[in-house]
């Protein structure tokens, strides 16, 4: 039974969490902005030690592939990378959005019922999302979209739809009268559920280079320069 250490660092919650298998041994959450990089090494070596294990028996690090915060998703993939390195690990990666998916997929009553649609915050009226089944295939693919009245319109006559994740309260607006739309609140990313996800990929040797790995960002990255003070 393999022991997985999954990270999640693509939104404001630094998550770390370990599984024997699919049973989840502990986790370590926090929800502090911009303390990813200062705190996510002590969350593992605690994480780890208060399991009762060490990190040179995890059989691979999963990391939280994106699509998410530039930043966070830099650190956590940063982090995966060097214990991979340090200690001849795989490294394993996992969509930002399945693993949110996959938290309200267990928890719904007959899930096979329903489409469901994890949504992160993008800024402004923009979210990156898919369409998913119960089984998480893609119905739509990942991608960024810019809502308005119409998104989603037409999946809605076919199927309800649940919508989940830190953008999802930007549709609302647009679809409060639809019975055909819900709306779950406070369904937040985790390490949590990707332990599942992850062992699905070890079982198939479904591993990331990790010298080239990089996380999936979705959209190119602008950095600008600073203006020179007066």
């Not at 639809?178 to 040797?205: C, H, R, T, W």
């Amino acid at each position: 039974m393999p022991l997985l250490l999954s990270l999640e660092t693509s939104s404001t919650v630094c998550s770390v969490a370990l599984h024997r298998d699919a049973q989840l041994l502990g986790a370590s959450e926090l929800q502090i902005e911009k303390s990813h990089s200062s705190h996510i090494t002590v969350m593992i070596d605690q994480l780890v030690e208060n399991c009762g294990a060490t990190l040179k028996q995890l059989d691979a690090i999963a990391v939280s592939g994106g699509p998410g915060s530039y930043t966070g998703l830099r650190i956590g993939s940063a982090t995966a990378k060097g214990i991979c390195y340090a200690l001849d690990k795989p490294l394993i990666s996992v969509s930002t959005l399945h693993s949110l998916a996959l938290q309200v997929i267990k928890t719904t009553p007959n899930p096979e019922q329903y489409l469901f649609c994890p949504m992160l915050d993008a800024r402004r009226m923009e979210v990156y999302t898919c369409l998913l089944d119960h089984q998480l295939n893609e119905v739509l693919p990942i991608e960024p979209i810019v809502l308005d009245a119409d998104t989603f319109a037409e999946q809605l006559q076919l199927k309800p739809i649940i919508f989940f994740g830190s953008g999802a309260s930007k549709l609302k607006q647009f679809h409060e009268e639809n019975k055909q739309a819900l709306f779950i609140d406070d369904v937040v990313l985790s390490a949590k559920p990707m332990g599942e996800l992850a062992l699905q990929k070890y079982n198939e040797q479904a591993f990331e280079d990790v010298a080239y790995y990089e996380p999936f960002y979705l959209k190119d990255v602008y950095i600008t320069s600073s203006k020179p003070k007066a």
